[in-house]
């Protein structure tokens, strides 16, 4: 059964920097696909930035050089740097799990993912 359990949240102002973990309970990590959400209040998850089998990322436009997506296969743990904070940012962040051995490209849409963590709450103020 596959775990995803993340950490890192916090309250900055804006300006500031936090980095999220994100550690996966799966066997074989090398290979895996897999993505950073966010979700506001009332609203759906929002694709932040996605890795691909062969660590190619993406990133939704409103990061874009402010947020940086990465992995260590050793550590079995995903990434998500997150610099020049703004308040727009406040919201749950998810990291997500593709249902695949391998897989190229971006992935961005809730519906591309099958595993789910519980989410760590970054809260930037003005």
């Known amino acids: 059964q596959v775990h995803l359990v993340e950490s890192g949240g916090g309250s900055v102002q804006a300006g500031g920097s936090l980095r999220l973990s994100c550690v996966a309970s799966?066997?074989?990590?090398?290979?895996?696909?897999m993505g950073w959400f966010h979700q506001a209040p009332g609203k759906k998850p929002v694709g932040v930035a996605s890795?691909?089998?062969?660590?190619?990322?993406t990133y939704a436009d409103s990061v874009k050089g402010r947020f940086t997506i990465s992995k260590d296969n050793a550590k079995k743990t995903l990434y998500l740097q997150m610099n020049s904070l703004k308040p727009e940012d406040s919201a749950m962040y998810y990291c997500?799990?593709?249902?695949?051995?391998?897989?190229?490209?971006?992935?961005?849409?809730?519906?591309?993912?099958?595993?789910w963590g519980q989410g760590t709450q970054v809260t930037v103020s003005s």
């Open positions: 890795i691909d089998s062969n660590g190619r990322t």
């Open positions: 799966i066997y074989d990590y090398r290979s895996v696909c």
């Open positions: 997500a799990l593709r249902d695949a051995d391998y897989c190229s490209g971006g992935f961005l849409e809730e519906a591309e993912y099958k595993y």
